[in-house]
T-cell receptor
């Protein structure tokens, strides 16, 4: 596709459930990023992939959060035992190199009831 | 540690007025990148500009201009002759090249007709 796509666009789940959020980056982009944006705040960095490996996962808030990118393209952000505080918009971005402009997807709005 | 401060939470102007959005950053790295992104009501972040720390030359792109001053650690953004379509949340961001970007809290700009 022409841009970064994310699915689902909206996800409503119950506290304690497991969720997966998917990101499909721009074709050919080797770098992929996940951010979390809470209402009224700027995006908060979670994790960055260069190819298949996580180059920096220092932004993941705790061990309930995990992300993979097995083939160096599509990435999945996984959240276990969701909590109400996890409710936010989860943004994915990709770029050609780690220091280049990042192109953002439309985000997945996660609501934990 | 990297930090970006956007002191202006909200700004409201009347169409055709000029408006400047302030951005102050903190980093101990000598090599870094500064960005501005626009987030319209649709929610998708739109890249506006990327500037590296070795290039202090100001840039103009149509009605947009950016003033980068290392002496004051500022990277301010000016919109000349604002239009209603400029209404959005604008984010300033800093990256030290490791992949992650640190965003400011954003400035909500409202341009009234």
């Amino acid at each position: 596709g022409a841009g970064v796509s994310q699915t689902p666009s909206n996800k409503v789940t119950e506290k304690g459930k497991y969720v997966e959020l998917r990101c499909d980056p721009i074709s050919g982009h080797t770098a992929l990023y996940w951010y979390r944006q809470s209402l009224g705040q700027g995006p908060e960095f979670l994790i960055y992939f260069q190819g298949t490996g996580a180059a920096d996962d220092s932004g993941l808030p705790n061990d309930r959060f995990f992300a993979v990118r097995p083939e160096g393209s599509v990435s999945t952000l996984k959240i276990q035992r969701t909590e109400r505080g996890d409710s936010a918009v989860y943004l994915c971005a990709s770029s050609t190199l780690s220091d280049n402009e990042q192109f953002f997807g439309p985000g997945t709005r996660l609501t934990v009831l | 540690a990297q930090k970006v401060t956007q002191a202006q939470t909200e700004i409201s102007v009347v169409e055709k007025e000029d408006v400047t959005l302030d951005c102050v950053y903190e980093t101990r790295d000598t090599t870094y990148y500064l960005f501005w992104y626009k987030q319209p009501p649709s929610g998708e972040l739109v890249f506006l500009i990327r500037r590296n720390s070795f290039d202090e030359q100001n840039e103009i792109s149509g009605r947009y201009s950016w003033n980068f001053q290392k002496s004051t650690s500022s990277f301010n953004f000016t919109i000349t002759a604002s239009q209603v379509v400029d209404s959005a949340v604008y984010f300033c961001a800093l990256s030290v090249g490791a992949g992650d970007m640190r965003f400011g809290a954003g400035t909500r700009l409202t341009v009234k007709p």
